[in-house]
């Protein structure tokens, strides 16, 4: 499950592109390295998806609406695991320049967090279906 998981949330982050601030400005994420290991495990004939990875990112936001400016950063989750599952997993935004008084910065962490997450929610729904069809297969 490695493999799938460092590939799909690889994928699908570097194309995650958002409005932010009512549609003022856009948010892409880009350069998106995924480490650690996912597998599965049969506990009681049951199958138990584990994981434990390690998501970067750099991110850029511009503003659609002139004078708005931009801002760039990076998102770091440094701990997503099955066990705390991806609405308890610590995901860190850091601004590295922002020439919007810091309002693409904040929005980034006030809108793009919420999606990230959503985005991993799907992460997990995609890992279940996966190992659900090997499962057929077999």
């Known amino acids: 499950m490695t ?9 699908e982050l570097q194309g995650l592109s958002l409005k932010i601030l009512s549609g003022l400005a856009e948010l892409e994420f880009r350069d998106v390295q995924v480490t650690g290991d996912a ?17 970067e990112s750099r991110w850029e936001a511009a ?20 066990e705390d599952g991806p609405n308890s997993s610590v995901i860190q935004i850091e601004t590295t320049s922002d020439t919007s008084r810091h ?6 962490r006030k809108e793009g967090i919420p999606a990230v997450r959503a985005l991993l929610r799907q992460f997990e729904e995609a890992l279940r279906s996966t190992l659900q069809k090997a499962t057929v297969e077999l």
């Open 3 to 11: 493999d799938f998981s460092i590939k799909w949330l690889s994928r």
């Open 39 to 55: 597998s599965v495990t049969v506990r009681k004939g049951k199958p138990i998806i584990l994981y434990l990875l390690r998501v």
């Open 63 to 82: 503003g659609t609406a002139q004078g708005l400016g931009e801002a760039k950063g990076s998102l770091i989750l440094p701990e997503l695991s099955s």
């Open 103 to 108: 309002r693409l910065g904040s929005a980034v």
